[in-house]
């Protein structure tokens, strides 16, 4: 396979020499162009199972140093392996820009049907290939959700992707029980700066993230693609390698729980702008809000955690709907849709969310004027509380108001699909 036909590495981004160590058996690359850099390490022979891993620590269950190379299969994210040892057959996936460190913990958590690795090999604490037993049947929950979208079945789209919410939910209800930090509301927004910069972006998006959103272990990307659906009770996870943004964009902070909610929601956003569906999208978010919530620690999942002053699910979508856009430009690839479209949408977005803080600012007005009114009426001298009275259900009523104008994380970023929902 040639170079510009490998799918993992970034083809509008040129190759350049580098020093960078490398473990034996593998070597060091460096891509750049277009304000990025991107630093990977490529197996030198992968067809050499024993060279290959010969620098490095293994953890786990492997197969032996005699497994035999029966198959290599480029992926978008990065090279796999069918390994034969003995009658056993086994699938070893490279990292080529290695993970945040915390795939094991992962696999400790992992519940239900997921599958996860059993081994692993690493360099210097970084994780390089994972290992499987490997299994032929393919997992089928993608393209039965295009199906059902296709012939539009409401009631076996919703089916889907709730189970598909609940399975990433039942992950987090395990994580609560793991390591968790409050959250990180100024390396969020830190790191999407530093996304709207890398691509010369003229939206902006900040949020202030409510005290419930704190950072756990979390999945990483996870797309329908990765559900797996062996059981009718319940869905699985097959858990994926990084998404090729990871070594463009280097995540330097934890994330929340509504990371992962976020990641599968917009896969949805994907697979319904590729469909012809008619049906409303309005539904679909919906359905997999509430599965989330069946599964997922009620802080996690609670109306605050959604509420988009504060963050919410937009905040998320809208990161990544940026890294859809910096995997397309390090291909030149295109327009990624429906994230450039939906990026069209933010400033409009926020323009509203703005222009409903007068109502927020009358809010504070009206009660402040009403504390300071009962106060100097319980403490001071005063004997007037007929205007705090007035001023106090007033200040209620415009409280209220201003919550429920908030965009409701049911409807989408993209208006054209919440004005399809209406018919």
């Not at 036909?5 to 960078?20: G, H, L, V």
């Not at 003229?202 to 272990?217: E, L, Q, S």
């Not at 976020?262 to 956003?269: W, Y």
Request: aromatic share 10%.
């Amino acid at each position: 396979m040639s170079e510009d036909k490998i799918a993992w590495k970034p083809a509008a981004m040129s190759s350049i020499e580098t020093t960078n160590e490398s473990p034996p058996g593998f070597q060091s690359l460096v891509f750049v162009g277009i304000g990025m850099k991107s630093e990977m390490l490529e197996p030198t022979h992968p067809e050499n199972w024993l060279a290959t891993i010969s620098g490095l620590k293994s953890w786990g269950e492997i197969p032996s140093q005699d497994s035999s190379v029966e198959e290599i299969i480029h992926s978008d994210r990065g090279i796999n392996l069918k390994l034969k040892d003995n009658d056993t057959y086994w699938l070893a996936e490279f990292f080529p820009w290695g993970n945040d460190g915390r795939l094991r913990s992962r696999i400790s958590l992992a519940t239900g049907k997921s599958d996860t690795p059993i081994g692993l090999f690493s360099w210097n604490d970084i994780d390089l290939i994972s290992l499987r037993k490997w299994e032929e049947n393919p997992r089928q929950v993608k393209s039965k959700l295009i199906s059902a979208l296709n012939s539009n079945d409401l009631e076996t789209s919703k089916e889907i992707v709730f189970k598909s919410a609940a399975a990433i939910g039942s992950f987090h209800r395990s994580a609560e029980s793991g390591r968790i930090t409050p959250r990180d509301a100024r390396k969020w927004n830190k790191r999407v700066e530093t996304l709207e910069a890398l691509l010369r972006a003229n939206t902006i998006w900040r949020a202030p993230h409510t005290k419930d959103t704190v950072c756990i272990i979390t999945i990483g990307d996870v797309r329908f693609s990765d559900m797996i659906d062996d059981s009718d009770d319940e869905y699985g996870i097959y858990f994926n390698r990084p998404r090729l943004s990871d070594s463009i964009a280097k995540p330097n902070c934890e994330f929340p729980a509504m990371r992962d909610f976020s990641s599968l929601l917009h896969d949805l956003n994907r697979i319904y702008y590729s469909s012809k569906s008619k049906l409303s999208i309005r539904d679909l978010r919906e359905s997999m809000i509430d599965g989330w919530r069946s599964t997922a620690p009620e802080k996690w999942a609670s109306e605050g955690s959604f509420y988009t002053p504060r963050g919410g699910v937009f905040f998320w979508e809208y990161e990544q709907c940026l890294l859809d856009v910096i995997e397309a430009v390090s291909h030149q690839s295109g327009k990624p849709e429906p994230a450039v479209s939906m990026l069209r949408e933010v400033p409009g977005i926020q323009r509203t969310m703005f222009n409903h803080r007068i109502i927020a600012a009358l809010s504070f007005m009206t009660g402040f004027f009403s504390a300071s009114g009962f106060y100097q009426y319980l403490i001071g001298n005063s004997k007037e509380v007929f205007i705090p009275l007035i001023l106090l259900p007033i200040t209620i009523g415009l409280y209220y108001s201003y919550r429920r104008l908030a965009p409701s994380p049911e409807l989408s970023i993209l208006r054209v699909w919440n004005e399809k929902s209406k018919h």
